[in-house]
């Protein structure tokens, strides 16, 4: 089946699903729901889940990546976000990989079992968009506050957002955003997480059988008009220091995260271009075996957030976030993914998402987009990188 088939068979007002390069799932109703809040937010689902996995018998057949007992999950960026950080186990499950489909059942003691039932997509919604929090010209103050903290050696690196906001039709059928994300973004980890819904191009950690690998994404610039300017979009891109500076600070905090828990822990010395239909990025990939008895959660818990985030030295640069955004991101920028009964799992960084919440008669949508600042950073120009990256939303839901 295609993408746009399977998402079908997930609720239109909380759909769930999660997609790249063709390969992914749905999930069909709600079997358990864990929660958890506040700076240990992560461990704590990953504890939860070890006790439920404990209680299910899961009988996989199908043996691929996402089958068998999975759940969704979505965490909130700060360790002090209002926002609760969730794992949702689907009744049903209805995925493919390559030449592979399957169906994973979810029954509770005591429950019949469910069927997914096929919804077709709902008309088209209108959307009302504009600044938030912090509109272009704060956010510009914003990164002059950002220069000046790097000024005072309070952080080497921060990453500061601005938000959007908007409204939505109360019935509107969010699959439509997915689907349009999945069309226009196919290389991007495509998801749709308890309201969350985005296409980031960033992994924050895959694990697999004891192996894990981890993509760095930091430095971006806008794609060219035609071949020769975009030859010079990333020609320049390669040759920033400024870029290559950002870029280091991120790959830096992700292995020297990783070290402790890992062996065979390897990365290219040099970026590599990516390109996306919107933006060029620096991008590294890490591989590394994996420790005992870790799960994919348990390294999220380790590696969030990144320097290509947050900023370097972390704990300094979030309180600097604090300090200068005047709203809490609650899940953008926070881990978002999925985790098996064995502990394997995809996990990217919600970004180029938004974030619905019903309200009286509509639904809000909030989503937030960033850059890094580094010493050097220009207001307007880090204003117009943020500009791009909420593109991807906006198209699609305008």
């Known amino acids: 089946m295609r993408v746009d088939e399977l998402l079908t068979l997930t609720a239109p007002d909380a759909p769930l699903s999660w997609w790249r390069r063709g390969d992914g799932f749905v999930g069909f109703g709600v079997a358990a729901t864990l929660t958890a809040t506040g700076p240990q937010r992560t461990r704590e689902l990953a504890r939860l889940w070890r006790e439920y996995v404990a209680t299910a018998e899961v009988d996989d057949a199908v043996g691929v990546a996402g089958s068998g007992l999975v759940a969704f999950g979505a ?30 059942t979810v029954t509770p003691h005591g429950a019949a079992a469910q069927v997914p039932v096929e919804t077709p997509f709902g008309d088209y919604w209108p959307a009302t968009l504009g600044p938030g929090l912090l509109t272009p010209e704060g956010y510009q103050q914003a990164v002059r506050d950002g220069l000046t903290a790097i000024a005072e050696g309070v952080v080497g690196k921060v990453v500061l957002a601005r938000d959007i906001v908007g409204t939505i039709p109360a019935d509107a059928d969010l699959r439509r955003l997915s689907r349009a994300l999945q069309a226009g973004y196919p290389d991007c980890w495509n998801f749709a997480v308890d309201g969350l819904i985005g296409a980031s191009p960033e992994t924050l950690v895959t694990v697999s059988k004891g192996r894990l690998t981890a993509r760095v994404l930091a430095g971006t610039a806008s794609r060219g008009a035609d071949a020769d300017a ?49 933006v060029w990025h620096l991008a590294t990939d890490i591989e590394a075996t994996l420790g005992e008895s870790e799960s994919s959660l348990d390294l999220v818990a380790v590696l969030h957030p990144t320097a290509a985030v947050a900023g370097t030295p972390t704990a300094a640069a979030l309180q600097v976030i604090r300090d200068i955004e005047p709203f809490d991101r609650h899940r953008y920028a926070g881990p978002v993914g999925w985790i098996d009964a064995a502990g394997d799992g995809e996990w990217a960084i919600a970004l180029r998402c938004a974030q ?43």
């Open 356 to 398: 619905f919440e019903p309200a009286d008669d509509h639904i809000a949508v909030t989503a937030h987009a960033g850059a890094g600042i580094v010493a050097g950073s220009d207001p307007e120009k880090e204003m117009l990188e943020t500009r791009v990256k909420f593109r991807p939303i906006i198209d699609a839901i305008a």
């Open 230 to 278: 975009d030859t010079a979009a990333a020609t320049a891109l390669a040759t920033s220091q400024k870029d290559q500076d950002e870029h280091r600070y991120a790959v830096a905090s992700v292995t020297t995260a990783l070290a402790a828990h890992t062996t065979a822990l390897a990365a290219s010395e040099q970026p590599f271009m990516l390109k996306l239909p919107n």
């Open 75 to 104: 965490i909130a960026f700060d360790d002090e976000s209002a926002a609760q950080s969730t794992l949702i186990v689907p009744r049903v499950i209805v995925g493919q990989r390559g030449d592979i489909a399957w169906i994973t």
